[in-house]
């Protein structure tokens, strides 16, 4: 699977889009983007993922460039509840290779 | 509920015993994974199954531990001997199995403390 490089932390305005930027260079062709948080002490939620075009659900949106080599995630009205740690990840084997994610503090 | 959910979500153990974890997986998936996460690190992967099969493990799997899915609903995490090593979340996470895009789906893990 390919790796990612993501911002160690960031910081978002409460009510503001928090923009998460992902680096993954090397992905393949069928390799898929996945979003995770984490937030404190509790197990990994999913949010969104994509393969080429850009997604939306209920809690963020996906923005992949047209060559894939890099993502966005966005949630678009942060509150104090999206503080956590998100991970980026590219996959299409069984397992997930989490990285360090971004630590997004959403200050009042 | 119906999302994963694992057992105990505590335990406290003195080196050298053995624990054992459950996990039960959302209804009909048929993959099971567990994952192991130390302080300030992402999770690491452990093993898998495809129903009942243990199809994949992690060179992090010593010995000392071993999973079982016996009827490919539940499955257990034991470790046998523990070491102040072993201290750390071990999370479950589970799949429908699609192919393509398969989503995994974790529970809220079950932080192990070896004194």
């Known amino acids: 699977d390919a790796k990612t490089t993501q911002p160690p932390s960031m910081d978002c305005a409460e009510g503001r889009a928090a923009n998460l930027p992902c680096n993954h260079s090397?992905?393949?062709?069928?390799?898929?983007v996945y979003w995770y948080r984490q937030i404190h002490s509790q197990g990994p939620q999913y949010i969104i993922h994509?393969?080429?075009n850009n997604e939306t659900n209920e809690m963020a949106s996906l923005i992949i460039t047209e060559d894939r080599k890099s993502s966005t995630l966005i949630l678009p009205h942060a509150t104090l509840r999206d503080t956590a740690v998100y991970y980026c990840?590219?996959?299409?084997?069984?397992?997930?290779?989490f990285g360090a994610g971004t630590r997004l503090t959403v200050k009042p | 509920d119906t999302g994963v959910s694992q057992d105990p979500r505590h335990k406290i153990t003195k080196r050298g015993q053995n624990v054992t974890f459950r996990c039960d997986p959302i209804?009909?998936?048929?993959?099971l994974y567990w994952y192991r996460q130390t302080l300030g690190q992402g999770p690491e992967f452990l093993t898998y199954f495809q129903n009942e099969a243990q199809l994949e493990k992690s060179r992090l799997l010593s010995d000392r531990f071993s999973a079982e899915r016996p009827k490919g609903s539940f499955s257990t995490l034991e470790i046998q001997r523990t070491e102040q090593g072993d201290s750390a979340m071990y999370l479950c996470?589970?799949?429908?199995?699609?192919?393509?895009?398969?989503?995994?789906?974790f529970g809220p893990g079950t932080r192990l403390t070896v004194l």
């Open positions: 996470a589970s799949s429908p199995g699609a192919v393509g895009a398969d989503t995994q789906y």
């Open positions: 209804s009909e998936h048929n993959r």
């Open positions: 994509g393969l080429k």
């Open positions: 090397t992905i393949s062709g069928n390799e898929y």
């Open positions: 990840i590219v996959r299409v084997n069984r397992d997930m290779r």
